[in-house]
């Protein structure tokens, strides 16, 4: 099937997360980068992206206010896109399923962390063009520049995966909702949405990711993003590498 005029593709936002790695005494999602709170500049991304027709919000349930606030004092004039804000979860698999039950008329969905704050409108827009072409899961990825080796607990080195079939995964993830929503139905352990809609045995594509939709997880992320929109001097745009910042 492909998208057609009924196409209804509905963006959920994970921005419930408390940010323990990061440190600050806001949750993450409300950590500004370059003066713009990280949710609101995932929210304009998606936006400006020109292919997402609503955007659902999960923030921590005190913030619920606060998060209708910004939205409300940054939305870009011109949008005519909803923005909905709800209570996300414990675990970001709860925020994402508190999106899913805000979302019943989504026909494609696509799931986007607010920590990705700094990803080009672009490859959201190539998400959503694989979506089109009638693919039922689509994931950005780019090459993993470390050797990745897996361990015991006790550190022993079990195996070395070629590194050239491995990909990091980034958002935002694209899903024919219906495939989305059943595999949220089974309780299956994951730590990313496409993880879910793998156990469920459905096959996922991967298209080439952007360096620049790396998560902001600690101070050095934090610290690259901003030197990233401020221009800082030292730090370039065109030098950054996939290899680089992706986290
Ligand atoms: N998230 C969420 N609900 C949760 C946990 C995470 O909506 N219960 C969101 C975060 O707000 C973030 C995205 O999922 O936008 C990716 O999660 P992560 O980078 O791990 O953010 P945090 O969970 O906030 O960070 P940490 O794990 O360091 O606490
Ligand atoms: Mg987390």
Do not use: C
Not at 37 to 52: E, F, K, Q
């Amino acid at each position: 099937m492909t998208l057609d005029s009924s196409r209804r593709v509905v963006a959920l936002v994970p921005a419930a997360g408390r940010g323990v790695r990061l440190g600050e005494s806001t949750p993450k999602a409300f950590v500004p980068v370059g003066g713009s709170p990280m949710l609101v500049r995932a929210v304009d991304g998606l936006i400006a992206s020109g292919v997402v027709d609503r955007i659902v919000i999960m923030a921590p349930i005190e913030m619920l206010d606060a998060a209708r606030q910004l939205l409300a004092a940054h939305a870009p004039a011109a949008s005519s896109t909803p923005v909905d804000v709800v209570a996300g979860g414990a675990e970001r698999t709860d925020s994402v399923r508190a999106g899913l039950a805000a979302a019943p008329e989504a026909t494609h969905i696509l799931v986007h962390d607010a920590a990705r704050a700094l990803t080009p409108p672009s490859l959201i827009a190539r998400v959503v063009a694989e979506l089109r072409a009638g693919q039922r899961a689509v994931v950005p990825g780019v090459p993993v520049a470390d050797t990745i080796k897996s361990v015991t607990a006790a550190g022993d080195v079990t195996g070395t995966p070629d590194r050239s079939g491995l990909r990091a995964i980034q958002t935002p993830q694209g899903f024919d909702a219906e495939l989305l929503r059943s595999a949220y139905a089974v309780d299956l352990p994951a730590t990313d949405d496409a993880g879910l809609v793998e156990s469920f045995g459905a096959t996922v594509r991967v298209i080439p990711g952007d360096p620049m939709a790396f998560k902001i997880t600690d101070q050095l992320d934090l610290r690259l993003a901003q030197a990233l929109v401020t221009g800082a001097p030292g730090v370039h745009a065109g030098t950054v590498t996939a290899a680089g910042v992706h986290r």
